[in-house]
T-cell receptor, first 116, second 118 residues
């Protein structure tokens, strides 16, 4: 069965520090999708990124970057020059199969606190 | 374009009562999902619909839970004879998988309904 593990339950950094959130997944499927969502204090999950299992290219979007490594079953998320507004709970998620819209299996989340 | 909306945002009920939540997906999204999130945990899948058809149900969805999407638009989730263990945030999401490329499908979440069972 699929599983997502986010070993870091809470991380605290000072503004402008770089921070990496770890995500390790388990699946028997060869086709799958990985996601990151942000959950600010308001509670609504905000979609950040989707990657499919055939695309291991790293991606950068502004201060955010993602490192996907199939060899270690990891999909890590780095925030460069963190800001107070980045404070939130971040979830990594997995969906199996050829349709990216299949049910999501979430990790337990990492609470990021960015202090001014 | 409005996002996914859920009502009510908060519900407090006594054990044994029935409750019903409503989810309105993003317009024209044909897939609708329900998840449950307990404090300090990640969301857990409950069920999903494609149009009005309920295609998958988690084993978490006990007999006391029922979800409907009668016209393929909004959905309701009912919990009968609530128990204290039902206290959680109930999240709804919707998506529109492009026929040409379902690999680009993405679930967009609503603000959730927080249920407290006393």
């Amino acid at each position: 069965a699929q599983k997502v593990t986010q070993a870091q339950t809470e991380i605290s950094v000072v503004e402008k520090e770089d921070v990496t959130l770890d995500c390790v997944y388990e699946t028997r499927d060869t086709t799958y999708y990985l996601f990151w969502y942000k959950q600010p204090p308001s509670g609504e999950l905000v979609f950040l990124i989707r990657r499919n299992s055939f695309d291991e290219q790293n991606e950068i979007s502004g201060r955010y970057s993602w490192n996907f490594q199939k060899s270690t079953s990891s999909f890590n998320f780095t925030i460069t020059a963190s800001q107070v507004v980045d404070s939130a709970v971040y979830f990594c998620a997995l969906s199996e199969g050829s349709n990216a819209g299949n049910m999501l299996t979430f990790g337990g989340g990492t609470r990021l606190m960015v202090k001014p | 374009d409005t996002g996914v909306s859920q009502n009510p945002r908060h519900k407090i009920t006594k054990r044994g009562q029935n409750v019903t939540f409503r989810c309105d997906p993003i317009s024209e999204h044909n897939r609708l999902y329900w998840y449950r999130q307990t404090l300090g945990q990640g969301p857990e899948f409950l069920t999903y619909f494609q149009n009005e058809a309920q295609l998958e149900k988690s084993r978490l969805l006990s007999d006391r839970f029922s979800a409907e999407r009668p016209k393929g638009s909004f959905s309701t989730l009912e919990i009968q004879r609530t128990e204290q263990g039902d206290s959680a945030m109930y999240l709804c999401a919707s998506s529109f998988p492009p026929l040409a490329d379902p690999s680009t499908d993405t679930q967009y979440f609503g603000p959730g309904t927080r249920l407290t069972v006393l």
